[in-house]
């Protein structure tokens, strides 16, 4: 089985559901392309007489659209770039850092990526949408849910400066956890 011998380009997109990585094979010769996600077959061509164009599938539990463009640089030189929902990557992810926020941590020897979607104000956490109860306090909101037997809270509080917005903090059991930067 020959394995990706024709890999040209590696990506890794973070969604509210986890981190993918999407793998794209070009074989310049045969005009074959294949996409993988998640190390999972996604498409498959194997004689294309036309080696530009782009490819079109979707990433993770939320079936975010993304597109592969393929151009020719020069000559026998292809440049790939990486579109999810229609922004090129470095923009999604841009776009991410404003509408949601993250946190990375471990918890009795099990790690948790948890989001927080702020237009939506859906908690993700490993891959599932979690069940959340939300309810106003005297300085914001808070919204609580609970990862294994731990007790969790994000407590959004406006920061008193219409710049920055509102802040968004995780509490597991009475602790604060720091923000990731993905």
């Not at 989001?115 to 939300?134: F, H, P």
């Amino acid at each position: 089985l020959e394995k990706m011998t024709d890999l040209v380009a590696v990506w890794e997109v973070a969604l509210s559901d986890g981190v993918h990585k999407i793998e794209f094979e070009h074989g310049t010769t045969s005009g074959k392309r294949v996409v993988y996600v998640d190390g999972k077959e996604e498409i498959r061509k194997e004689w294309m007489f036309k080696l530009v164009g782009k490819e079109t599938f979707t990433v993770g539990a939320s079936k975010t659209k993304a597109t592969i463009n393929i151009d020719a640089v020069s000559g026998f030189a292809y440049e790939y770039t990486l579109e999810i929902n229609g922004k090129s990557l470095k923009k999604h992810m841009e776009n991410r850092l404003k509408t949601t926020n993250t946190w990375i941590l471990n918890l009795g020897g099990t790690d948790y990526r948890v989001v927080l979607e702020k237009d939506t104000m859906d908690v993700w956490c490993n891959g599932q949408k979690l069940e959340t109860a939300g309810e106003f306090v005297e300085d914001g909101t808070e919204t609580h849910f609970n990862l294994g037997d731990h007790s969790c809270c994000i407590k959004a509080v406006s920061s008193g400066k219409r710049k920055e917005g509102i802040i968004h903090t995780l509490i597991v059991d009475d602790r604060e956890i720091p923000e990731a930067v993905e």
